[in-house]
Every structure is written in structure tokens, then in C-alpha cells.
């Protein structure tokens, strides 16, 4: 909004011209969504807290530890989602086609979660909306968005998929679409998994969302894409100015959400910034990068796979509770050590995945 209003008169107020730049933008988005979490945050967790009572209910099966959390509200992705709507609608240029995409996809199924949470609440069981009916849902919400991120393509790898450290790219043909579909509700759903302990989920998402504001922001450089030999995409710089948000967002409800955390961002702020990733990821050609950069989310999710694999076909368990978070808990693992050791992992992930933009 911003652009739009501040950025045509450049050439009377010269400050103005700091509008045209993403960085500056980026930096405002940034700003914009973490004073959102801070000025209303305190606010939102007080009506949250007053309308569920008992707060997010506790599995009983779960780490003992965990009772101590009772009452804790949850719900507080709704702070994040606020913070990132309208920081990203009040910094970026909204004829971007790509930043509105992302903004539905993550809407979308922050609705879904926000149902969720719901649902769990009402019932007062950690079972909210069935498996089936959420996994339809987000997949014709991302089915959605990657025909548009097709359609919008109008150069000759749309449907190609990039793999790191080659420069060449893979034809998948219209197969592309099943696996960018993947991609977001399996991102999504991974974040989901791993927001199971204080902070844990929320730094390292925006430690991917770092890492893919600056590979945005470079592949929506002609030059910058040519000069690294990566897949340019026209207009996706913009979305440097989304991750800012993003950033932002996330590090204001860090403040909360820190052991002992005052709110639970639940499945309305899991499911919300794990697709946002998975969106952006699918839209400047990086989704095997985001397997890289968000390695701890694939760690969290293949942990639960092969939980539920070994038990079905042997009867026995590799862990002794999944996500593996968990079973770090059960070997006697303090919560806020787990928290920072997989911080730790996602920094190290991070660094390796930015490496693929010039090893290649």
C-alpha cells in the first residue's frame, strides 16, 4: 500500500524514494509485523485465555512434564497471522501476483487450523477435525495456488524442478503439480508436527523464512540469478518483503511463546507458516532446498513415519515417543535444552542450504 501511495512521488520527496527498493521495504515489513505483536500481542493472549478457560487440552498419554502447561491458551498463530497480513499488505507492491497467492494459501489454511484448534477446544480432546477432511482441504487449497503459479509462468521451465548444487533442471511435466502440491501440505504439516515443546517450531521457521527472503529476493534479480546460475522468476523478489513480515511475526511471538510460553500458536499458526514456506518454496524454485533449510521439520516428520512404520510391522517402537522432541523428553532431557539444540540444527541447516546457491 505504501508503494503505491509514497513510491510515484519520489521524484518531489526524495525520501520517498526508499519505497522503491524491496530491501527498505523488507526492513519496514519486518518492523511493521514484530510492533504488531508487541502492542497487540498482550491483548490477543487475554482474550484468548478469557474465552477457553482451561486452555489447550493436554494429552494425557504425553510427557509428564507437560501437565504443568494446563491452561495455556492456544490459538496464538492468530497474532502471527495478523501481524503478517498486514505488514505484508501495508509494504509490498500489491500488483505482485505471487504475493497474493502466498497470502491465500496461508489464510487458507490458517483457517483450517484455526477450525482445528476449534474443534479440540469444544470437545475438549486433542482430537479436532478429521484427518481426511483437513489433508482435502489443504490439498485443494494448494492445488489451487500451483495452477496459478503454473499458469503465471511465462518461461519454459514452469513445470521443471530444480535440484541443488546441479545447474540443469529436471522435467517433471504436469507431474509437477502433484509434487508442488506435496510440498505445501507436506510443509505444512511438518511444521505442525514439530510444534510440540515452547519455541520450538517458531524460531526455526524463521530462520527458513531468513534463508528464503534473500534466495527470493535473488532470484527475483535478473542479475543477481544469472551471476549464481538459479531459475529466474520475475516478480518474486516481492516476497523477500512477505518473509520480512514473516520474520517479524515470528520473532514478536517468540516473546510469548519462549519457555514457559504464555500462548500456543496451535494448528492456526503451524499449519499457516508451514505452507507459507512450502508456497514460496514452489514459486522460486527451491523445493528441494527447503528439504535442506528446513531439514529439522523433515527430521521431526520422518521421526513420526518411522514410529508408526515400526510398530505397524513389528510391533515394537525406534523411539520412545514421536516427534522425536519427544523422545528426548523421555530420556530426561530438559525442554529448554531440546529447544536450543534444534535451534542450533536449524541455524547449521540454514547455512547449508544457502551454500547451494553457489555451489553448483
Same mark, same amino acid.
Given at each position: 500500500?505504501?508503494?503505491? !501511495? !509514497? ?10 524514494? +526508499? ?22 500481542? *498482550? ?13 489447550? $487440552?493436554?494429552? &494425557?498419554? #504425553? ?9 495455556? *491458551? ?35 489454511? #490458517? ?24 489433508? +482435502? ?33 529436471? $522435467? ?7 509434487? %508442488? ?7 505444512? &504439516? ?6 510440540? !515443546?515452547?519455541?520450538?517450531?517458531? %524460531? ?5 523464512? +531468513? ?14 540469478? &544469472? ?18 513480515? +514473516? ?9 510469548? &511463546?519462549?519457555? *514457559?510460553?504464555?500462548?500456543?500458536? #496451535?494448528?492456526? #499458526? ?65 525442554? *529448554? ?24
Amino acid at each position: 500500500m505504501l508503494y503505491h !501511495l !509514497l513510491a510515484p512521488f519520489a521524484h518531489d520527496f526524495i525520501l520517498f524514494n +526508499l519505497f522503491r527498493y524491496i530491501t527498505f521495504r523488507t526492513g519496514g515489513a519486518l518492523a511493521t509485523s514484530l510492533i504488531i505483536c508487541f502492542v497487540f500481542g *498482550p491483548r490477543i493472549i487475554r482474550w484468548l485465555r478469557s474465552k477457553q478457560g482451561e486452555g489447550q $487440552p493436554i494429552r &494425557n498419554d #504425553g510427557p509428564e512434564s507437560h501437565l504443568k502447561k494446563k491452561g495455556t *491458551p492456544t490459538m496464538g498463530g492468530l497474532m502471527i497471522l495478523i501481524a503478517v497480513v498486514g505488514s505484508t499488505l501495508l509494504w509490498v507492491d500489491l500488483s505482485d501476483t505471487y504475493t497474493w497467492i502466498v497470502l491465500f494459501v496461508t489464510i487458507g489454511f #490458517g483457517l483450517v487450523g484455526f477450525a482445528d484448534d476449534y474443534r479440540k477446544l469444544t470437545r475438549r480432546s486433542h482430537h479436532g477435525v478429521s484427518g481426511r477432511t483437513r489433508l +482435502l482441504i489443504q490439498i485443494i487449497i494448494a492445488a489451487i495456488a500451483v495452477f496459478a503459479i503454473v499458469g503465471l509462468s511465462t518461461r519454459d521451465h514452469a513445470t521443471d524442478l530444480a535440484v541443488p548444487f546441479f545447474k540443469d533442471m529436471l $522435467p517433471l511435466g504436469w507431474f509437477f503439480v502433484v509434487f %508442488a502440491v506435496f510440498v505445501i501440505v507436506g510443509a505444512s &504439516n511438518a511444521v505442525n508436527l514439530t510444534d510440540g !515443546l515452547d519455541g520450538l517450531a517458531t %524460531a526455526p521457521v524463521m530462520i527458513v523464512a +531468513l534463508c528464503f527472503g534473500m534466495i527470493s529476493y535473488l532470484v527475483g534479480n535478473l542479475v543477481f540469478a &544469472n551471476y549464481l546460475q538459479i531459475h529466474h522468476v520475475p516478480g518474486a523478489g516481492e516476497l523477500t518483503v512477505f518473509c520480512g513480515a +514473516l520474520v517479524g511475526a515470528c520473532l514478536g511471538f517468540l516473546w510469548y &511463546n519462549a519457555p *514457559p510460553a504464555q500462548v500456543f500458536m #496451535g494448528d492456526t #499458526g503451524s499449519l499457516a507458516l508451514g505452507s507459507a514456506l512450502g508456497t514460496i518454496a514452489v514459486i522460486i524454485k527451491h523445493e528441494l532446498v527447503l528439504a535442506i533449510i528446513g531439514g529439522l521439520f523433515v527430521m521431526e516428520t520422518a521421526s513420526v513415519i518411522i514410529q508408526v512404520a515400526s510398530f505397524k510391522l513389528t510391533g515394537k517402537r525406534v523411539f520412545r515417543m514421536a516427534p522425536i522432541h519427544h523422545h528426548f523428553e523421555k530420556l530426561g532431557w530438559s525442554e *529448554p535444552t531440546i529447544v536450543i539444540r534444534f535451534w542450533i540444527i536449524a541455524c547449521i541447516l540454514g547455512l547449508v542450504g544457502l551454500s547451494t546457491l553457489k555451489l553448483r
